[in-house]
């Protein structure tokens, strides 16, 4: 599987932008797909996941702000980031693995996007 993210750029606090995740391969939709993020000088990090059949988990700071989804029929899996705060600046990746477990376990993710930068301002 390949993945390519974008939609990141530079936004205001509390505005809104959607990162999506394109992905190769027929067998996508049968793929957990994740979003980490990763601040300068910081770990990498979860912010959201979906499952092959649809369940989402969101990492607590996101949660009520963000909104992950995906399009089987379009290899998509987006990323609805909103009342964005300086605190979400980063860059972001999306990953994807066929397990079914630890969806917030970076190390489950075997394949990973390049970055898309988010830039929050004040």
């Known amino acids: 599987v390949q993945l390519q993210a974008s939609g990141g750029g530079l936004v205001q606090a509390g505005g809104s932008l959607r990162l999506s995740c394109a992905a190769s391969?027929?067998?996508?939709?049968?793929?957990?797909v994740g979003w980490f993020r990763q601040a300068p000088g910081k770990e990498r990090e979860f912010v959201a996941a979906i499952s092959w059949r649809g369940s989402t988990y969101y990492t607590d700071s996101v949660k009520g702000r963000f909104t992950i989804s995906r399009d089987n029929a379009k290899n998509t899996v987006d990323l609805q980031m909103n009342t964005l705060k300086l605190e979400d600046t980063a860059v972001y990746y999306c990953?994807?693995?066929?397990?079914?477990?630890?969806?917030?376990?970076?190390?489950?993710?075997?394949?990973w996007g390049q970055g898309t930068e988010v830039t929050v301002s004040s």
């Open positions: 391969g027929r067998t996508f939709s049968s793929y957990a």
């Open positions: 990953a994807a693995k066929n397990s079914n477990i630890r969806h917030t376990n970076r190390d489950e993710y075997a394949y």
